[in-house]
């Protein structure tokens, strides 16, 4: 269900790269909104911008010029300090090749982002074990993800992602790495999550069928940010 | 206890390479804690001075010797209780590789300054009773098998010849710090000898040895004995038997300096191999650092893994170094003791073990910690995969 209110918006914002003594330009004047509860799939070739612009709404990086709100919130504006507690708030990562870490249980890994919240262990263990059984591995809570497949791992990724509750869900390549089988499935949970929970989620994709998940897409090339497309579109 | 967890699998994620390292760390302490008892035990015998001894030996230098004649003079000197003179005899045991220290000295007054040599009164009467006598510590005499009774014969170095004496005593050291390797004969018998050879040092001692009657007078007490031998042919010094003990140690200082600078190499090694094996751990975890970063831990957490498991791998490197040092240290003791028979490894040297070890974790861990602190978190993620 998708709202009429921005939940991310983006005006005119550029970002460079410094690569020895040239400049490298990134992004240029990317203006966009995105609204709470949307879909959205950023597509482009490699080397478009597209994973740099994700970076940027989940402040991984800083932007040159510009302004990027977060639900209300400038986050352009925002110490290194402040932007590390916002985004264990507000942001959920889910990334191609999972980044869990493979000396942590299933469980503990999920449990990361709530070891900075304050909450008891007793209610860490409720918020974990209900973020692992959204994602149907609350039977493999105590494998390591070496004991995994790549699509359970993503799954964890996934549960991680969401057992903060946060205010969007940034996703960059989540198929990449995974076999057509366990791409559909977490496609398919990355669409329950829109769906059922109205989770904003923007996602970075190369893959026509991930995109085809999406409500809208956004094509970039060459730092430049092209037209609308809606799937009725499509 | 999370973070400990953490910490634990973290630091043995890679089992040799960690093994090796702890293995590293632990042999360099072993090292260093013997380096440091060597040292120690090479000042043992200062520790177990007494404040309220003096020694007079000739200003001009060790080796020349005093009168004997001295002794009466400085008796008379206020605040002198009891006087005792004696050589360094420099005898050798057996073969000249055999040495241990050995002294002739006036018994009766020596046992009475020297109250920490405690001697059965059975064997104490043999031994100022018999001019051939000889009383031997504890361990000199289990070194060699001796026992009461027998005959041991010393070769001479600087008086040659050989001298024969009969074992009348063992003692035992009143305090750890006694040094139960002495082997200690008539003053006399040495004296008499020399007077049949006409010898240059007939009727000389080497040193005298002087109780006070009060410590805090020590100082006045030994200028005025120095006083009553000023423009004399053979003036004196007069010192504090810890001093004199440190005179000795002083002689051998570019050889403690040498063994301290070696103890500090060994750190300063550890410290390389164990910021090489963090410098490795923390380029590989790159990646998993900017995801910690992601989920919004900040520079200090992810400093307190880094620092934490740097610590842990020092520190049970260290903790085996010290279980190993006493071992080893008993075993240099069997070679080593008749020199150093102080060669015991003190708590003081556990507490520099532990100390060397803290900072050698956090020393090794400074510049991995601060590369991975500082990574843009875009870059470390592109690391992954």
């Avoid at chain 2, 059975?122 to 031994?127: G, L, R």
């Avoid at chain 2, 049970?316 to 006493?326: A, E």
């Amino acid at each position: 269900m998708k709202s009429e209110t921005p939940i991310v918006e983006i005006e005119h914002v550029n970002k460079s790269y410094r690569r020895g003594t040239h400049i490298i330009p990134v992004l240029e004047n990317i203006t966009l909104e995105i609204a709470e509860g949307e879909f959205l799939a950023l597509m482009g070739p490699s080397g478009s911008g597209k994973s740099t612009l994700l970076n940027l709404i989940a402040a991984l990086d800083r932007v040159d010029n510009g302004i990027i709100r977060v639900g209300g919130i400038d986050i352009t504006g925002l110490t290194e300090t402040e932007l590390a507690a916002w985004r264990s708030v507000n942001v959920g990562f889910i990334f191609q090749f999972y980044n869990l870490i493979p000396v942590l249980t299933a469980f503990e890994n999920v449990e990361l982002p709530l070891l900075l919240s304050g909450l008891s262990r007793r209610e860490r263990r409720e918020h974990v074990e209900l973020a692992l059984h959204v994602v149907n591995l609350a039977s493999r809570m105590d494998h390591y993800p070496g004991q995994l497949s790549g699509g359970e791992q993503q799954r964890v990724a996934i549960a991680r992602a969401i057992v903060t509750d946060p205010t969007i869900l940034v996703a960059d390549e989540p198929t990449g790495d995974l076999d057509r089988v366990s791409a559909e499935e977490i496609l398919g949970l990355m669409d329950q999550l829109n769906r059922d929970s109205h989770k904003t989620i923007i996602m970075v994709t190369h893959d026509p069928r991930a995109a085809k998940k999406a409500h809208t897409i956004r094509y970039l090339d060459k730092g430049v940010l092209n037209d609308v497309h809606s799937q009725a579109a499509l | 206890m999370y973070i400990l967890k953490l910490l634990f699998r973290n630091a043995f994620r890679h089992k040799l390479r960690t093994s090796l390292t702890v293995l590293s760390i632990t042999i360099a302490i072993l090292t260093f804690g013997l380096l440091r008892t060597f040292i120690n035990a090479w000042y043992t015998g200062a520790e177990a001075s007494s404040a309220s001894r003096l020694i007079t030996r000739n200003a001009v230098s060790l080796i020349f010797t005093l009168p004997v004649a001295y002794k009466d003079r400085i008796r008379q000197t206020d605040g002198v209780k009891q006087i005792s003179g004696g050589n360094f005899f420099g005898g050798t045991y057996k073969d000249e590789k055999t040495f241990f220290a050995n002294y002739a000295v006036e018994p009766r007054g020596y046992l009475e300054l020297y109250p920490e040599i405690l001697l059965p009164p059975d064997q104490k009467e043999k031994f100022l009773r018999d001019r051939r006598g000889c009383i031997a510590g504890r361990k000199l005499a289990e070194r060699y098998h001796w026992k009461i009774g027998d005959m041991i014969t010393l070769k001479g170095t600087y008086i040659p010849g050989n001298w024969e004496f009969v074992l009348r005593g063992i003692y035992h050291g009143k305090y750890d710090t006694t040094d139960e390797r002495v082997f200690v004969f008539h003053w006399d018998y040495l004296n008499e000898v020399l007077k049949k050879r006409k010898s240059f040092f007939t009727d000389q001692v080497g040193f005298f040895m002087i109780g006070v009657k009060d410590p805090n007078r020590a100082a006045e007490v030994a200028q005025a004995i120095d006083k009553n031998f000023k423009n004399s042919l053979a003036e004196t010094i007069t010192e504090t038997e810890k001093a004199f003990v440190l005179s000795f140690i002083a002689m051998a200082d570019a050889i403690i300096i040498a063994i301290e600078l070696v103890s500090l190499v060994v750190i300063i090694i550890i410290v390389a191999v164990a910021a090489n094996t963090m410098a490795m751990t923390a380029r590989e975890r790159i990646g998993e650092y900017a995801i910690f970063k992601t989920l919004g831990y900040r520079g200090w957490r992810i400093a307190g893994m880094i620092f934490g498991e740097s610590l842990l791998i020092t520190m049970v490197g260290c903790l085996f170094g010290i279980l190993l040092t006493p071992v080893a240290a008993e075993v240099f003791k069997d070679f080593l003791g008749t020199y150093f028979p102080g060669f015991t490894v003190k708590v003081e040297t556990i507490y520099m073990d532990i100390g060397a070890a803290f900072l050698v974790g956090l020393c090794a861990a400074i510049i991995p910690t601060w590369r991975a602190i500082n990574i843009r978190i875009a870059d470390g993620l592109r690391r992954i995969g």
